[in-house]
């Protein structure tokens, strides 16, 4: 449309008291000072007949005889599907909302409000006042909006995966028994899924000593540690010890030698002194470089305690955990 069409058009427009629809490309034609007092202006494009709308909010005066873009987002409960639930999701978006008022200050007349069914969440986006194209507000605008969305967008995208994770773990390897899990861990053909195998077979195996709380796969900014255990034993043999266990896991068709020792001896160290032993588990065995490795650097107060899958299997067998555990630890420490 021509200014003049779209002047008379908004005029038209404006006595039904109705939202008026401007294409983007139209909004460049028009400013503030061609905006009625009673005009509710929507941007966006109508592509092969069907409206789209970027911004959920029309341009209107307020109150103070001030243009701002009214927003208003409606959600109903019975047809919510996000991995964050409703609750959450409504309440991230009135923090976010807030957090801009407070520290920008160019969003003002926050309303909440829930219905049971329906929930609403209104607010204003404040124009500067050097901005006067149409276009401009709504880019202003859209790039406020865009803010908020893709923080909450952010949000459901981590709350999926933690889902999606959780699900696959729980579902692949937490059912598995002891037994199976020995079995797998030796046939398995795929590298990473030996490796996962044995990590959970591990879990479990530790998960067996009253007092051990087991956390797997922590990851930190600069290296990833395969299973962590909180040490709350009131057993007086690991209460000696510290209160954080590291525990690495090789699924290797070799054997583990100086460098594994080396770096694992690294991440007990990195702890801030609150981890002095480890669990190196080599489910094929150690190579002669690791005994001299471990020999050479034994005065000093970390312990690495060489696990094999033999040992794995026998405590297993033997149904003695605990006590091979506390024999591989007495090996350790007089080697």
């Not at 200014?3 to 006595?15: G, K, V």
């Not at 930190?220 to 690495?248: A, P, Y």
């Amino acid at each position: 449309m021509t200014y003049e069409e779209l002047i008379q058009y908004i005029s038209n427009q404006s006595e039904d008291d109705e939202v008026i629809h401007i294409e983007t490309d139209d909004s460049k034609k028009l400013s503030i000072s061609d905006l009625p007092e009673n005009a509710n202006i929507q941007i966006g494009d109508t592509i092969e007949g069907i409206l789209h709308i970027k911004l959920e909010g029309t341009l209107a005066w307020n109150t103070a005889g001030e243009i701002c873009i009214a927003m208003a987002h409606n959600w109903y409960r019975k047809f919510w599907y996000s991995p964050l639930g409703i609750a959450y999701y409504m309440d991230l978006m009135k923090r976010l909302v807030e957090f801009r008022e407070q520290e920008y200050g160019d969003i003002e007349s926050i309303q909440f409000e829930d219905d049971g069914d329906w929930c609403h969440l209104y607010y204003s986006i404040k124009i500067p006042r050097e901005l006067n194209n149409l276009y401009d507000i709504y880019c202003h605008g859209l790039s406020i909006y865009e803010w908020i969305e893709s923080i909450v967008i952010e949000t459901e995208l981590e709350v999926s995966q933690l889902f999606t994770k959780a699900t696959e773990k729980y579902s692949k390897y937490k059912l598995i028994e002891i037994p199976e899990l020995i079995q797998r861990v030796e046939t398995e053909d795929d590298a990473n899924e030996k490796g996962r195998l044995l990590e959970e077979l591990i879990c479990k195996i530790f998960a067996e000593i009253p007092g051990f709380e087991v956390r797997d796969r922590i990851k930190s900014e600069t290296e990833e540690i395969d299973i962590v255990i909180l040490n709350r034993s009131d057993q007086s043999f690991w209460q000696k010890e510290s209160s954080l266990i590291l525990v690495e896991c090789k699924n290797w068709s070799s054997k583990c030698g100086k460098n594994e020792l080396v770096v694992f001896k690294e991440k007990i160290l990195n702890r801030r002194g609150r981890a002095k032993i480890g669990f190196l588990v080599s489910w094929n065995g150690f190579a002669g470089t690791f005994l001299k490795e471990d020999l050479r650097t034994s005065q000093n107060d970390v312990l690495i305690i060489p696990v094999t899958g033999d040992d794995i299997k026998r405590a297993v067998s033997d149904n003695n955990i605990q006590e091979t555990l506390v024999e591989l630890w007495l090996d350790a420490v007089v080697l």
